[in-house]
């Protein structure tokens, strides 16, 4: 199921960096920082809880998945 998950989060990433493609810059810096891809994807996308889950529920809403 991990590896599942894993897929679906580079899915959801990829169609947040294809909405808003200056995101990829702060990512990765947050990523320098120490924050984890999905971590740094909801801080600024300003979902909050577990950023595993809500990077799932984000897709969902947004039908991406």
Avoid: N, V
Avoid at 5 to 22: F, G, K, R, T, V
Avoid at 43 to 52: A, E, F, H, R
Wanted: aromatic share 10%; proline share 3%.
């Amino acid at each position: 199921m991990t590896e599942q998950h894993a897929w679906l989060h580079m899915c959801m990433e990829y169609h947040i960096l294809q909405e808003d493609p200056s995101l990829k810059t702060i990512i990765r810096q947050q990523k320098k920082e120490g924050f984890s891809t999905e971590a740094a994807f909801c801080t600024q996308l300003g979902i909050k809880g577990d950023p595993y889950e809500g990077l799932l529920a984000y897709g969902r809403m947004r039908r991406w998945m």
